[in-house]
């Protein structure tokens, strides 16, 4: 089974705190995704990687930044935690192994972040 | 991205089947549907995909119809864990690295004992 881990299944930091959100994939799949959850809005893509030490911004990109310094890692970083990043944040990974869109995305646990 | 429409929710019967419904009435022709569900304070899972025939798997069943603008998702026999939001969704499949999914709101299924 396919397995996507987060560091943390809920977090509560201060504002302007700098934030560290872990994702670990083990299926080596060269695709890795940061999305936030938040009720009435869906989905929303934050960053997304591709390969190792590549990354592009997503729809929402402002105020996090990302690492992939190893395959199976990727990391979404809030340089100065606020209020408004309070939100579920969804790591998901995927293989493109078969060279069309057809696959699955693989989702970890999430990590509520409360910002206060 | 082709949009879907699902209902806001429903109910079902604990060991009854569930047929969950989606409309994508501007689906393209090579579009992929597929379903993913999100169990409380859990991340999204892969439910199941199909592109033109009716597909089977362990969790499910989905049936598509003949002219592809609509799909259902069956649940044969609902569980109390079967208890979840579950989204329809539309993949296109053009090989991008920018493959995000976007997730409606979704179906709230509830599971009655």
């Not at chain 1, 809920?10 to 940061?34: A, I, P, S």
């Not at chain 1, 209020?83 to 069309?100: E, I, K, P, W």
């Not at chain 2, 929710?9 to 999100?38: A, F, K």
């Not at chain 2, 598509?64 to 109390?80: F, G, M, N, V, Y």
């Amino acid at each position: 089974d396919v397995k996507v881990t987060q560091s943390s299944r809920y977090l509560v930091k201060r504002t302007g705190e700098k934030v560290f959100l872990e994702c670990v994939q083990d299926m080596d799949h060269e695709n890795m995704f940061w999305y936030r959850q938040d009720p009435g809005l869906g989905l929303r893509l934050i960053y997304f990687s591709y390969d190792v030490k590549m990354k592009e911004k997503g729809d929402i990109p402002e105020g996090y930044s990302v690492s992939r310094e190893k395959k199976e890692r990727f990391s979404l970083i809030l340089e100065s935690a606020s209020t408004n990043q309070t939100s579920m944040y969804l790591c998901a990974s995927s293989s493109d192994r078969r060279g069309v869109l057809e696959y699955e995305q693989y989702f970890g646990p999430g990590t509520r972040l409360t910002v206060t | 991205d082709a949009k879907t429409t699902q209902p806001n929710s429903m109910e079902s019967n604990e060991e009854e089947p569930v047929h969950l419904p989606c409309n994508h009435s501007t689906i393209s022709g090579t579009d992929y549907i597929h379903w993913y569900r999100q169990l409380p304070s859990q991340g999204p899972e892969y439910v199941i995909h199909g592109l033109t025939s009716n597909v089977n798997n362990r969790m499910a069943s989905l049936a598509i119809a003949e002219d592809r603008k609509s799909s259902t998702l069956i649940l044969h026999r609902a569980t109390l864990r079967d208890a979840a939001v579950y989204y329809c969704i539309l993949r296109h499949p053009v090989r991008t690295s920018y493959d995000k999914v976007i997730f409606g709101p979704g179906t709230s299924l509830s599971v009655i004992p």
